[in-house]
């Protein structure tokens, strides 16, 4: 434990010393351990205790260990493979590579995984870096390597991604005819990327400030404003359609929903209950927009929720709507990609390596948006008290009516969008307010959960505000403001997914190589982050995936960090808590022949109360 320790510490105080003492050569590691031994010692001895002798509580909370439960299995903690061997030295990056693999990610209380599989270090060779060679024929051969039009000069338009075609001495041509027509946020995040797992946006591989010498202009009939459309989108139209009413789901525990969740996160990909939200390979590019935010508030909420399997007496209210602006689709023939994703797609290794391989899929996706639809999605979870319920005589009809998820909304559009409703009348102060003795215990909404994705920043800092405050439990007007402020922050809500490995140009050096190299690493991907290496849950729980660690979610005759203990024991039938159960690890792809490799997996903890597993245990490819 006290390795462990100081592995940590030596972690932190190594990046502060890094950060607040900059040295013009590397220390030694000899060095830095003593240094950080030192520290260690020394501010452990300056730490004050509280009266009960404990420490601070400043102390870093990943050195503390959470109670154990009883009769819960031991903790699980991250199993990371040994680094394997350094690959040779690239001749044109001037790196060599090394990477490794989770053996089974943490459970019942261990540490998550959360560290980078891949690591690089500089290295010499005498190889020569062979580059590629650039031929534009009679075409303008831009600074950045694009070949483009020599009529698409002096226009006023970026069309080389580097304004090297703008350098002239004649007067420029503008295809708007000096019209300045903004271009839409629905044009320039076209294409987006879409990690397999369940991460949001990663950095478009499409250059959408080109417009290669067009003035395609689209009209958004919210604000009867003209836009430019993007060279790379083949249709893009302003069409608005609005659920006028709020759809609830009631679930009974949180099994239930957070199964629902995870399903329609990974639908595309038919991927199980395995997640994963936040990027864990260093130096892996995080887009700094709205999405960035969604992503932390969507890994803290899914967290949150998970809390609640361990507890009973709750139920689930989900409040859900949608707002769609426009749809797009892209074009499928010479996409015309950002130098950056070009660059990145050259730099990559030709002898496969995961670990950067995991680096770029993080960075651009593991697939593009073909086509999709931008809007806004407006979702709640209000977690239900139960006994509160009971004694208040509250019913689940008499909490949507009185937060207002029973009306019909106005809408023109979603910027003249209205509610007539008083929600503040005194039928429904049991709803929304405790009662004067036990005020914490019986609050009918213990506590709202916000998924909303989109709408503008200040929007989701005063939604946020209110939900920490807790002061007042979130009601419908709150929909009407989140609507009017998605015109200016729309982000993708429905997709049509497509490999990011098709982006690679069919011209680029060592293109066969790259995209095979692409194939393997998203199959690699989805089975490094599978929820098929956790360990199973007991009675019947259903094990998820999210963010490096295995969680257990039980149903409602059981409770515990592995569902062990029985909550009900005195009404439940055993047949009652059968549950599907968790599938083993896919085997490795059989060699290939007559054109076609198989790979099985076995159903695994019936004897955990699990029953049969749903799927097949075998699977078919061409090859």
Aim: aromatic residues 8%; contains cysteine.
């Amino acid at each position: 434990m006290i390795d462990r320790q100081l592995i940590n510490i030596q972690k932190q105080y190594t990046n502060y010393f890094i950060v607040m003492f900059p040295v013009h050569r590397p220390a030694t590691m000899k060095t830095v351990y003593t240094v950080v031994c030192f520290c260690y010692v020394f501010f452990s001895l300056q730490k004050p205790l509280s009266v009960s002798g404990e420490q601070n509580s400043l102390d870093n909370e990943a050195l503390r260990r959470p109670v154990r439960e009883a009769d819960a299995p031991p903790p699980q903690e991250c199993k990371i493979s040994p680094w394997r061997e350094w690959s040779s030295c690239d001749p044109c990056t001037k790196l060599k590579y090394r990477s490794r693999s989770i053996e089974n990610f943490g459970q019942f209380g261990g540490m998550a995984c959360t560290e980078p599989l891949g690591d690089s270090q500089l290295c010499e060779t005498q190889q020569d870096c062979e580059k590629e060679s650039i031929d534009c024929g009679d075409d303008f051969t831009c600074d950045s390597g694009r070949c483009i039009k020599k009529t698409l000069l002096c226009n006023e338009d970026n069309d080389c991604g580097d304004y090297s075609d703008e350098e002239c001495d004649q007067a420029p041509k503008p295809p708007c005819r000096g019209t300045d027509i903004e271009q839409a946020e629905l044009g320039r995040t076209a294409g987006n990327g879409i990690n397999i797992l369940g991460m949001e946006a990663s950095i478009n591989p499409f250059d959408n400030d080109y417009y290669h010498g067009t003035c395609d202009r689209v009209k958004d009939g919210n604000t009867n404003t003209y836009y430019r459309k993007p060279w790379n989108v083949a249709y893009l139209a302003y069409k608005t359609k609005v659920d006028k009413s709020l759809a609830t789901e009631i679930y009974k525990d949180t099994k239930s929903i957070i199964s629902k969740l995870f399903e329609e996160s990974t639908a595309n990909f038919n991927l199980g209950l395995s997640f994963k939200l936040k990027p864990t390979e260093e130096n892996a590019n995080v887009s700094m927009d709205g999405s960035l935010g969604y992503r932390v508030n969507k890994s803290r909420s899914l967290h949150e929720l998970m809390e609640y399997s361990h507890q009973k007496n709750k139920k689930f209210m989900r409040v859900r709507g949608q707002i769609q602006l426009g749809e797009f689709r892209m074009r499928s023939r010479d996409p015309v990609l950002t130098s950056t994703f070009l660059d990145d797609l050259k730099h990559l290794p030709n002898i496969y390596d995961k670990g950067e391989y995991f680096k770029f899929l993080e960075d651009y996706g593991t697939h593009y948006t073909a086509s999709g639809s931008v809007g806004g999605t407006y979702e709640l979870i209000y977690v239900l008290n139960e006994p509160a319920m009971h004694l208040k005589v509250v019913s689940d009809e008499d909490v949507k009516n009185c937060l207002g998820y029973n009306l019909s909304f106005n809408y023109d559009n979603p910027i003249n969008a209205t509610l007539n409703l008083d929600l503040h009348a005194d039928e429904c102060d049991n709803v929304k307010k405790g009662s004067e003795t036990n005020e914490e215990q019986s609050h009918v909404v213990d506590k709202v959960i916000s998924l909303v994705n989109g709408g503008t920043v200040d929007f989701t800092t005063l939604l946020e505000h209110s939900l920490s405050q807790k002061k007042e439990v979130i009601d419908a007007s709150v929909y009407i403001n989140w609507a009017k402020s998605l015109i200016n922050s729309p982000v993708l809500i429905k997709q049509k997914p497509s490999p990011i490995y098709s982006l690679v140009p069919v011209r680029m050096k060592d293109a066969i190589l790259k995209k095979k190299n692409l194939v393997q690493a998203t199959e690699d991907y989805i089975a490094e982050y599978n929820v098929c290496k956790c360990m199973p849950c007991e009675n019947g729980g259903t094990v998820v995936l999210i963010d490096g660690e295995c969680k257990c979610v039980c149903s409602e005759y059981y409770e515990g960090i592995a569902c062990q203990k029985a909550v009900k024991s005195d009404i439940f039938k055993k047949d009652e808590t059968s549950q599907d159960g968790n599938w083993g690890c896919w085997s490795a792809w059989s060699s290939c022949s007559d054109g076609i490799r198989t790979r099985t997996r076995e159903c695994k903890d019936a004897s955990s109360g699990g029953g049969a597993c749903r799927g097949t245990a075998e699977s078919i490819n061409s090859c």
